[in-house]
């Protein structure tokens, strides 16, 4: 469990870092315009990745449960669904974009000024969707593995594919390549790798390979029914806060997609740090809850709401402080970055680590209809006052919308929904000790 727990730390830390450390590189390379392109071309990209429909998180829960029953034909019946649901979404993903990419206006969607980097857009978003498509399918392997609790081995092949991209990058720049390849070194050389843990485990282990005669209609809808809650989740996200980067292009212009997405990365720092804790309370949470410890559920998270929110406090001041230092230090240039960005980002930056806690225990207490209603209702209104605010605030507008929708759509609902479960009479049956032996892990 130790070991796991470490494995996957580790694998977070490298899989954050090193986005992190190339941006410089992929910035100073290709120029604040075709960058803007990638990271607004990206933003649709993640709204695309929802057509997974949340089948990853399922199946990992539903093989934990069939080892628990030392089932193999249920793990090999599950493979089965999953790649029976993902393939044909991989296809068809890939065929759409092949003939419809080239059909799209990228100059002025994007608000491109540049000809040749104009031209360079619909080849980014094929290999983009490519890497996507494919993703979705060796996906289920490392998903299995992690259900069969093989954390360290999962860990260790998700370290070598996010390393895999930094020769590939340096490759690319050395060679003096297009904005293609290098968008090609960054997202489909880790994909490959993926690619070659799924061939090596399937290979290794035939119990587990699935076969036609084995699908069963129960673990397809399973699957889709289980994933129901985190498509949605992902969904708001996606087309609320990731879909910024693409309407900022649309709206204001590429060049500005760069500081935004830079100062963006720095003030996501804190809820990066603390939301570790947040997945691995998830679990604890839930079984306290299941065997009555509610007062405890009660006392712990709120511990750890005040201690979040007081360290992403402190952290956002002191980035606000510094953040031009910061970007100047971390990029090797300055960036012109509007102060009502920097107030909004460090605004948004306590709203993100108070919204993951407690998003965190709404999913251990499983309220899968008032998270489903109130992230829809956080992405209409995030959207409608992202679109009416960069017309008057430039990109500083679709962070303020984003403060907005937060506070009103979900912290005050969260507070009121969760003041109202935990405050139930105290039925404690186990102990609040007895509740942390469970199981720990990471989703």
């Not at 990271?39 to 990853?56: D, R």
């Not at 929904?417 to 199981?439: C, F, T």
């Amino acid at each position: 469990m130790l070991t796991g727990s470490a494995a996957l730390g580790v694998s977070r830390v490298i899989s954050l870092s090193v986005p992190f450390l190339t941006l410089p590189w992929t910035l100073g390379y290709l120029g604040e315009e075709r960058f803007g392109i990638w990271m607004a071309v990206t933003s649709l990209i993640t709204v695309l990745a929802l057509a997974e429909g949340g089948v990853s998180n399922s199946l990992v829960t539903a093989t934990s449960r069939a080892k628990a029953r030392d089932s193999i034909v249920e793990i090999r019946q599950l493979a089965g669904a999953s790649f029976a649901l993902l393939v044909p979404v991989s296809v068809v993903m890939f065929v759409l974009a092949w003939v419809l990419v080239p059909m799209v206006s990228w100059k002025t969607l994007l608000n491109v000024k540049n000809e040749a980097a104009a031209g360079e857009v619909p080849d980014i978003v094929i290999i983009l969707v490519a890497a996507l498509s494919f993703g979705f399918v060796f996906n289920v392997t490392a998903k299995i593995r992690t259900g069969l609790q093989q954390i360290p081995q999962v860990s260790a092949w998700e370290i070598a594919s996010t390393l895999s991209a930094v020769p590939a990058l340096i490759a690319v720049m050395y060679l003096e390549l297009g904005a293609q390849w290098l968008v090609a070194a960054m997202v489909a050389t880790p994909v490959a790798i993926k690619g070659l843990h799924a061939a090596c485990f399937l290979l290794k282990y035939d119990k587990y390979r699935p076969a036609l005669r084995n699908l069963k209609l129960e673990h397809l809808q399973d699957l889709l029914k289980g994933g129901s809650m985190f498509f949605v989740v992902a969904m708001a996200s996606a087309v609320a806060v990731s879909s910024d980067q693409l309407l900022i292009a649309s709206f204001v212009s590429a060049d500005a997609v760069a500081p935004y997405n830079v100062v963006y990365r720095i003030f996501a720092l804190p809820f990066i740090m603390t939301s570790l804790v947040f997945s691995a309370q998830w679990p604890v949470y839930a079984d306290a809850a299941a065997r009555g410890d509610v007062d405890w559920v009660r006392r712990s998270f709120s511990k750890t709401l005040a201690m979040a929110v007081s360290v992403a406090l402190m952290c956002s001041i002191g980035l606000s402080i510094f953040v031009d230092e910061i970007v100047y230090l971390w990029i090797g240039k300055s960036l012109q970055i509007p102060a009502t960005l920097t107030l909004a980002m460090a605004v948004f930056s306590v709203l993100m680590v108070a919204e993951g806690a407690c998003r965190f225990l709404m999913y251990s207490l499983d309220l899968r209809r008032e998270l489903i209603v109130l992230s829809l209702l956080m992405m209409v209104v995030n959207l409608s006052l992202t679109v009416t605010l960069l017309r008057y605030m430039g990109s500083s507008g679709a962070i303020v919308a984003t403060d907005v929708a937060y506070i009103a759509c979900l912290l005050l609902p969260y507070g009121i929904i969760l003041n109202r479960r935990l405050r139930s009479p105290r039925n404690s049956a186990v102990s609040g000790k007895s509740a942390r032996l469970g199981m720990i892990e990471s989703p």
